[in-house]
């Protein structure tokens, strides 16, 4: 089993950034692609970043520019560098990711991102 923190969250104004973490914990493991997804209010969730085990990132269109997923191994955290940031960011946050032996998915809670205009 593998338990995901997620921190950072908060209340920023438009053009303001923010910088969400999350931890990952449990019993031996590795971890294969990490991921944040968010989920706005009436909308479905929707994949932002995603990083893999060799380092490549992926971006939905709409952050491109303004997000940075990054993850540090040794430390089995990923973290969200969100600069300028729009209303339209206003969603809870998700950390997910594949651990590479089971190739099993793990949730965080979600942290929430609120941006005003």
């Known amino acids: 089993q593998v338990q995901l923190v997620e921190s950072g969250g908060g209340l920023v104004q438009a053009g303001g950034s923010l910088r969400l973490s999350c931890a990952a914990s449990g019993s031996a493991f590795s971890i294969n692609t990490m991921r944040w997804y968010r989920q706005a209010p009436g909308k479905e969730r929707e994949l932002v970043a995603a990083?893999?085990?060799?380092?490549?990132?992926n971006y939905v269109d709409s952050v491109k520019g303004r997000f940075t997923i990054s993850r540090d191994s040794a430390k089995y955290t990923v973290s969200l560098q969100m600069n300028n940031l729009k209303p339209e960011d206003t969603a809870v946050y998700y950390c997910?990711?594949?651990?590479?032996?089971?190739?099993?998915?793990?949730w965080g809670q979600g942290t929430q991102v609120t941006v005003s205009s």
């Open positions: 990083i893999t085990r060799g380092g490549t990132t």
């Open positions: 997910n990711i594949n651990e590479y032996s089971s190739s099993e998915d793990y």
